[in-house]
């Protein structure tokens, strides 16, 4: 089993119509402000590296970043902070990445179980995946009515509706990415894992921030 990088990820992602945050590899400092300016501030910069899976958990995800200064001290940090954390772990380097807005936090992922092959897994991110595990599954490939009632099962579904005076989630966005995935894993029988993890949902659109695809080798 191979684990692409969240750039490598991305990037087939994109290819496959499913909306992502434009991210880049920097393996220098001075890289990593260049490619900051063209991809727009505020930015986010994250630990590249093969041996890592959870980017946060050893400090290697730095949001908000609005200027260069700022850029170089996250820049020295989340390598500092990985290199203690793991120091065996290969480095490949920083992506530094365009950071959207704050939305609702879906989840977009799949498995390949050993009985039904690829099952594509939807939920809301955060909390209600981790402690709630609010999250429903569909064997590939799917249709739009599959995804539309993925949507409309999971447990905190009246989130996406809008509580509290916040709009309503733009479903059709979150379906048109659910379906991209389905179809992506069946075109690509060689991906056995992957995840959007999380996804920014607005009234009107959805943007991936973070991907992870494993492939058999
Ligand atoms: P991990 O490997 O720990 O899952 P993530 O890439 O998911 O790392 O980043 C952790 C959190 O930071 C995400 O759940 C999200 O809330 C936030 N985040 C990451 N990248 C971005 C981005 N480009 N724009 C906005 N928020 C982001
Ligand atoms: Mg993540």
Redo the contacts with the bound molecule.
């Keep these: 089993m191979a684990l692409l990088n969240?750039i490598d990820a991305k990037q087939l992602l994109h290819d496959a119509g499913v909306p992502v945050?434009q991210t880049v590899l920097a393996t220098d400092l001075a890289e990593a402000k260049r490619q900051a300016d063209s991809v727009g501030y505020p930015v986010?910069l994250?630990i590249v590296s093969p041996d890592i899976?959870?980017?946060?958990?050893v400090g290697g995800?730095k949001?908000g970043l609005e200027d260069e200064s700022q850029v170089a001290a996250a820049y020295e940090e989340i390598l500092t902070n990985a290199r203690n954390a793991e120091p065996d772990a290969e480095i490949t380097g920083v992506a530094v990445?365009?950071?959207?807005p704050?939305g609702t936090?879906i989840i977009v992922g799949m498995t390949t179980d050993p009985q039904f092959g690829p099952v594509i897994m939807f939920g809301l991110?955060g909390i209600m995946v981790e402690v709630l595990k609010d999250v429903t599954f569909r064997v590939v490939p799917l249709e739009e009515r599959d995804a539309e009632q993925m949507i409309d099962e999971i447990k905190g579904k009246a989130i996406l509706d809008g509580v509290r005076g916040q709009p309503p989630a733009d479903k059709a966005a979150i379906r048109d990415a659910i379906l991209s995935v389905s179809k992506f894993v069946e075109a690509n029988p060689a991906v056995k894992e992957l995840d959007l993890?999380?996804m920014?949902v607005y009234p009107d659109g959805a943007i991936a921030?973070?991907a992870r695809i494993v492939t058999a080798d």
């Excluded at 899976?53 to 958990?57: E, Q």
């Excluded at 990445?97 to 959207?100: K, N, S, T, V």
Aim: glycine share 4%.
């Design positions: 969240e945050t986010v994250k899976t959870h980017k946060s958990d995800v949001v990445q365009h950071m959207a704050s936090e991110g993890n999380p920014m921030v973070d």
